[in-house]
């Protein structure tokens, strides 16, 4: 077993025991699908609770050679967990920790971001696509979490790509014990371009 397996079953195991929102195996291998095959420069998390998404995702990145994560988590110590998990994996190098409310720091990220991972409460999916925006590039994979069971809480922000872009909703059967049955919705961002 590698160091990362073992550090992804400990977050696995505690996860599950202490009711840590997490995406489990079935949606995690469903995202880094989409990793794989966008081959981002920077991922960016909303929602990093104590790091199993991220673990995922930096296991890819690292295998690819290429690209970083900024996630982003409002609870101090759950954030302190993840990085100790993320650096404990040997991750540590390609992943950028934030601390605070996830529409106030995507503002003050500069780069131009090629993924989107919207795993944090649901009623702020909106608001945390709307801030971080202008910084998507044309062609951008945006994965939004729980879009089965939070669907009244986020149906402002799924009205909105699903009017606009390309997006497809795809439904899980899970082991988790809070939920049996979720979906994820892939969207890919385009530019829209306005004639002046």
């Known amino acids: ?90 991750f540590g190098d390609l992943v950028d920790s934030r601390i605070g409310n996830a529409i106030d720091v995507l503002q003050t990220i500069t780069a131009p971001v090629d993924f989107l991972l919207l795993d944090n409460n649901f009623s702020n999916y909106f608001p945390c696509f709307q801030a971080i925006e202008p910084r998507l590039v044309d062609g951008a994979t945006v994965v939004a979490d729980n879009v089965g069971i939070g669907a009244d809480s986020m149906a402002d922000y799924l009205e909105h790509v699903r009017s606009r872009y390309d997006c497809q909703t795809c439904w899980f059967d899970t082991e988790l014990p809070w939920v049996k049955r979720d979906a994820m919705e892939v969207t890919i961002y385009k530019k829209i371009v306005r004639n002046t």
Request: net charge negative; aromatic share 6%; with cysteine.
């Open 1 to 90: 077993m590698t160091i990362f397996d073992e550090v992804l079953q400990e977050v696995d195991k505690r996860c599950r025991e202490e009711g840590i929102p997490m995406l489990g195996p079935e949606k995690a291998e469903f995202l880094t699908t989409f990793v794989e095959k966008a081959r981002p420069s920077l991922i960016v998390e909303c929602g990093t609770a104590i790091g199993y998404s991220g673990l995922w995702m930096l296991e890819k990145l690292k295998a690819a050679g290429k690209g970083r994560l900024i996630t982003v988590e409002i609870d101090p110590d759950r954030a302190r967990d993840a990085q100790a998990h993320f650096d404990r994996a040997g």
